[in-house]
């Protein structure tokens, strides 16, 4: 299984990326699809996931209104439109995939580090002010 990031780089505060994650070697409609960041010195941490029909979406609350995830089943690819973006968002970002029965109904866990099976190798991207 690989899971390649890119469309990272260097923006001005207020600009815009848009990161794509392709997928081979998995059944990528069968997965439930993250994205995470991880800045220097902290934890990796949460951003966006999207179901493996694009029906249903989670973000976490520091990315909600500005960054937006989907995917297209024809083409194994998510993705991550970031606008409005801050200094704050700079960090390595990280796409994953997780078997959606896996959840067994707990959306919730889509959120969680341990949850995902599978990681990219990550992309940077450094907001500057």
């Known amino acids: 299984v690989q899971l390649q990031a890119s469309g990272g780089g260097l923006v001005q505060a207020g600009g815009s990326l848009r990161l794509s994650c392709a997928a081979s070697?998995?059944?990528?409609?069968?997965?439930?699809m993250g994205w995470f960041r991880q800045a220097p010195g902290k934890e990796r941490e949460f951003v966006a996931a999207?179901?493996?029909?694009?029906?249903?979406?989670d973000y976490s609350d520091s990315v909600t209104g500005r960054f937006t995830i989907s995917r297209d089943n024809t083409r194994n690819t998510v993705y991550l439109q970031m606008n409005t973006l801050k200094p704050e968002d700079t960090a390595v970002y990280y796409c994953?995939?997780?078997?959606?029965?896996?959840?067994?109904?707990?959306?919730?866990?889509?959120?969680?580090?341990?949850?995902?099976?599978?990681w990219g190798q990550g992309t940077q991207v450094t907001v500057s002010s």
């Open positions: 994953a995939a997780g078997r959606t029965p896996a959840l067994a109904g707990s959306w919730s866990l889509v959120r969680s580090v341990g949850w995902y099976t599978y």
């Open positions: 070697g998995l059944t990528f409609s069968y997965h439930v």
């Open positions: 999207i179901s493996w029909s694009g029906g249903s979406t």
